[in-house]
Nanobody, 121 residues
Framework: QVQLVESGGGLVQAGGSLRLSCAAS????????KAWFRQAPGKNREFVAA????????YYADSVQGRFTISRDNRENTVSLQMNSLKPEDTGVYYC??????????????WGQGTQVTVSS
């Protein structure tokens, strides 16, 4: 069983930055692809970014490309999401996920509880 715990959410003004972190634990948790998804009020969960086990490949949603950066530290068993130039439309609950490193939420086996990000205009 893999456990994922997110941290780093909060309230920030448009144009500001936040850094989210996700600590993973459990057998094999450091070998999974990792991703961030988000869900805004009244909307479906959507893909944000993903990274392979080796960090060789990263994927981003078009809406965050160039503003967000996903990274991981396999020694610490963490994955991070650096979010710059935040916009009000980035508001939502951000979830960390472990599984195949794809844009498809169905390919992820484990999910964290989420952390709230609110961007004010």
């Amino acid at each position: 069983q893999v456990q994922l715990v997110e941290s780093g959410g909060g309230l920030v003004q448009a144009g500001g930055s936040l850094r989210l972190s996700c600590a993973a634990s459990g057998r094999g948790s450091d070998t999974y692809g990792k991703a961030w998804f988000r869900q805004a009020p009244g909307k479906n969960r959507e893909f944000v970014a993903a990274i392979t086990w080796s960090s060789a490949t990263t994927y981003y949603a078009d809406s965050v490309q160039g503003r967000f950066t996903i990274s991981r530290d396999n020694r610490e068993n963490t994955v991070s999401l650096q979010m710059n130039s935040l916009k009000p439309e980035d508001t939502g609950v951000y979830y960390c996920a472990a599984g195949a490193a794809t844009r498809d939420a169905d390919r992820y086996d484990y999910w964290g509880q989420g952390t709230q990000v609110t961007v004010s205009s």
